[in-house]
C-alpha cells in the first residue's frame, strides 16, 4: 500500500485524530488513499504489519511518498 500510493493514511472511522488529520489534508486539496481499518477485511493484518514496520500500532498513521510522516 505505502508503494502504491503517494499519500497513504491508515485510519479508524471512530478515530476522532484520524478525522481532523482527513480534515486537514483535504483543506490542502491532497490526493491520498485513507485505509480504514476498522471496516476493511484486512485491516488487522494491515494493522500488524504496520505494528512490524514502526514499532507501533495507533493511527492516524501517514506515508508521503513512501516516508513515514507520523500520526498519533
Not at 514502526?54 to 508521503?64: D, E, F, K, N, Y
Amino acid at each position: 500500500l505505502i508503494k502504491e500510493n503517494s499519500v497513504l493514511m491508515l485510519s479508524f472511522t471512530t478515530c476522532p485524530f484520524c478525522v481532523k488529520a482527513k480534515q486537514v489534508l483535504d483543506a490542502k486539496n491532497a490526493k491520498y488513499v485513507a485505509v480504514e481499518l476498522d471496516m476493511d477485511p484486512e485491516g488487522k493484518a494491515i494493522r500488524a504489519e504496520m505494528g512490524e514496520l514502526l514499532g507501533r500500532t495507533s493511527v492516524p498513521a501517514v506515508w508521503i511518498d513512501g516516508k513515514f510522516v507520523g500520526g498519533c
